[in-house]
T-cell receptor
């Protein structure tokens, strides 16, 4: 039982490059989320998917797109990376009612130079 | 979702109880209080949540005041491994759209 798996764990991009962060969960959770965490700050919600087939913007969606590929997978895409997107990205999932809280992945550390 | 206020940092002696306070004076009737912690740069870890009644699990206890305007997370016997940032979050009953504030940085000292 792996929980929430994120790939890659580390990535360095040049300004303007694109990439997709992958996230998969094996807990049959309905809801999935993408957060970013800048140094010394709390987590901020980028996008979420309350259920398969739906996605919604969070607090800081600009510069990102998401795809809920199926119930297990939720990807985050940076179309044209900027230095301001240097951050640690966390994926999380929860059951519909969230009675046992979110389960987070271990994070992707992204640096844009 | 209601906002929360937590002290930015606290110290606790190893083996003693750690009591982390949280104010959420604008909490509404259907909102739960959630606690998470983040060790180093790992993903946050769910600890406990509650609505009205006090709750206890293998990790911690949650004490919610009768008016629900504040709560306290209690780690009964803190260890060095409990050093982390602890987040108090108020959210709707679906537990979706959790908003993380600055949290309390707990330092457990030998």
């Amino acid at each position: 039982n792996a929980g929430v798996t994120q790939t890659p764990k580390f990535q360095v991009l040049k300004t303007g490059q694109s990439m997709t962060l992958q996230c998969a969960q094996d807990m049959n959770h309905n809801s999935m989320y993408w957060y970013r965490q800048d140094p010394g700050m709390g987590l901020r919600l980028i996008y979420y998917s309350a259920s398969e087939g739906t996605t919604d913007k969070g607090e800081v969606p600009n510069g990102y797109n998401v795809s809920r590929l199926n119930k297990r997978e939720f990807s985050l895409r940076l179309e044209s990376a900027a230095p301001s997107q240097t951050s640690v990205y966390f994926c999380a999932s929860s059951s519909r009612r969230g009675n046992y809280g979110y389960t987070f992945g271990s994070g992707t550390r992204l640096t844009v130079v | 979702d209601a906002k929360t206020t937590q002290p930015p940092s606290m110290d606790c002696a190893e083996g003693r109880a750690a009591n982390l306070p949280c104010n959420h004076s604008t909490i509404s009737g259907n909102e739960y209080v959630y606690w998470y912690r983040q060790i180093h740069s790992q993903g946050p870890q769910y600890i406990i949540h509650g609505l009205k009644n006090n709750e206890t699990n293998e990790m911690a206890s949650l004490i919610i005041t009768e008016d629900r305007k504040s709560s306290t997370l209690i780690l009964p016997h803190a260890t060095l491994r409990d050093t982390a940032v602890y987040y108090c979050i108020v959210s709707n009953n679906a537990g979706n759209m959790l908003t993380f504030g600055g949290g309390t940085r707990l330092m457990v000292k030998p």
